[in-house]
């Protein structure tokens, strides 16, 4: 009920979101680099899909892996 109506209220732009998912992609991107001792060289990130906004409201990131 108040979580509704506060969320109803906070508008989120597009750069934003852009923001918020390169954000997300740097902190696994440094987990995979720190914790799992991958090289940086072989860690691709790809620019954020804006456009894959759910109809509730969430955004949707895709996360891709490749041995290759």
């Known amino acids: 009920a108040l979580k ?3 969320l109803q209220g906070i508008a989120v732009d597009d750069d934003e979101i852009r923001d918020l998912g390169r ?3 740097r ?3 440094d987990y995979l680099v720190v914790r799992e001792g991958i090289p ?3 860690i691709y990130v790809q620019d954020v899909n804006v456009d894959a906004k759910a ?3 969430r ?3 895709a ?3 490749d041995a290759g």
């Open 4 to 6: 509704d109506r506060l």
């Open 23 to 25: 954000e997300r992609a």
């Open 40 to 42: 940086p060289e072989r």
């Open 63 to 65: 996360l891709a892996l």
């Open 27 to 29: 902190q696994i991107e």
């Open 55 to 57: 109809e509730d409201g």
């Open 59 to 61: 955004v949707a990131i």
